[in-house]
């Protein structure tokens, strides 16, 4: 059963060796074996705290985590990632070709300007104010980054394949995580668009998505996985197959 730690915030068993946290629309990965911890993604600012407790109830500790393997450079997955490597020196790892997004996390130009695609579109309004509250407007880089080299295996809890997985940000990754029968996907497929407030499977919308179609592409890369379990960046994991869930979000295109 998930553990409710507040109102907003759910730590869950996702699959083996795999816990999500998710505080309000945001969630990132704990991976974890015996004796060690990562994490994929770093949220936002506020859940830091969150990520705290959430080891504790592991039995780990902030000092613990080897990595934090980031799916790409946006506000949203980088949040606290700065701090970490702050206070415990925790090497952050992000594809080359979003090197520069993650060193500027709010200077990227989605297909449509993101501002007016959030005023048109007030179903996901609740949702961006949750992030704003969680700090999504103070995100600072990470002091520095190393290289998350795709189509290798990482060194990092439960071993996961790193799949290229462009169209949302020119490097972004999806995580293949083959032993747990689960690939973590960021937000090259969400089950909530936080942007919108849509469910179900889908690519995110196009007022934060860089190339529509090229996102819609790397779906076929994700069904390839063949993975059961599929942990989106956004929204409940879904445990009906990679495949299945990518051709839902191929039919839901991007708003």
């Known amino acids: 059963m998930p553990a409710i730690l507040a109102p907003d915030i759910v730590l869950d068993r996702v699959a083996d060796g795999l816990h999500r946290v998710a505080h309000g629309p945001v969630n990132l990965y704990l991976a974890h074996d015996d004796t060690s911890v990562g994490l ?4 936002l600012p ?3 705290p969150v990520v705290e407790e ?6 780990f500790r902030l000092a613990d985590v080897t990595a934090v393997l980031v799916t790409h450079g946006h506000f949203d997955h980088l949040g606290f990632a700065r701090r970490l490597q702050r206070e415990h020196d925790v090497p952050v790892l992000v594809h080359p070709d979003d090197g520069h997004l993650a060193a500027h996390p709010y200077g990227y130009r989605p297909h449509r300007n993101r501002f007016a695609f959030a005023a048109t579109h007030p179903g996901g309004w609740r949702h961006l104010a949750a992030m704003t509250r969680l700090g999504a407007l103070t995100v600072r880089p990470p002091l520095r980054t190393e290289p998350l080299v795709a189509g290798v295996v990482a060194d990092f809890p439960g071993r996961p394949e790193v799949l290229p997985t462009p169209g949302h940000t ?6 293949h995580f083959p032993a747990a029968d689960a690939v973590v996907t960021g937000d090259a497929l969400v089950t909530l668009d936080p942007y919108t407030g849509l469910r ?6 196009t007022g934060a998505t860089n190339d529509p179609g090229t996102a819609v ?3 076929e890369r994700i069904a390839a996985t063949g993975a059961r379990v599929v942990l989106p960046g956004h929204g409940e994991p879904w445990y009906d197959g990679a495949s299945a869930a990518a051709d839902r979000a191929a039919v839901a295109g991007a708003a």
């Open 217 to 219: 592409a790397s779906l």
């Open 40 to 43: 994929v993604d770093a949220g």
């Open 200 to 205: 179900g499977p889908r690519v995110v919308a």
């Open 46 to 48: 506020a859940t830091y």
């Open 54 to 59: 959430a080891l504790r109830l592991l039995g």
């Open 170 to 175: 020119d490097g972004h990754v999806v995580l």
